[in-house]
């Protein structure tokens, strides 16, 4: 484990808005949830998905 999902999970666990940690963008427009998808993180695409059920 390269340690992704931790430190997903400590930027939520932060961060007060979770609408607004789902909906973050990096320069090219990407996604949270669209990085984990391209670059095969499926830990992080599970936590991604839960959190999205739970708005």
Known sequence: M???LPCLK???SINRDITAVLG???DHG???KALA????KEDCC????AL???Q
Do not use: C, K, M, S
Request: glycine letters at 4%; hydrophobic letters at 35%; zero cysteines.
């Open 2 to 4: 390269e340690g992704h």
């Open 10 to 12: 400590f930027i939520v």
């Open 24 to 26: 973050a963008r990096n």
């Open 30 to 32: 990407d996604t949270p």
């Open 37 to 40: 998808e391209q670059f095969f």
């Open 46 to 49: 599970t936590y991604l998905n």
């Open 52 to 54: 999205e059920w739970e």
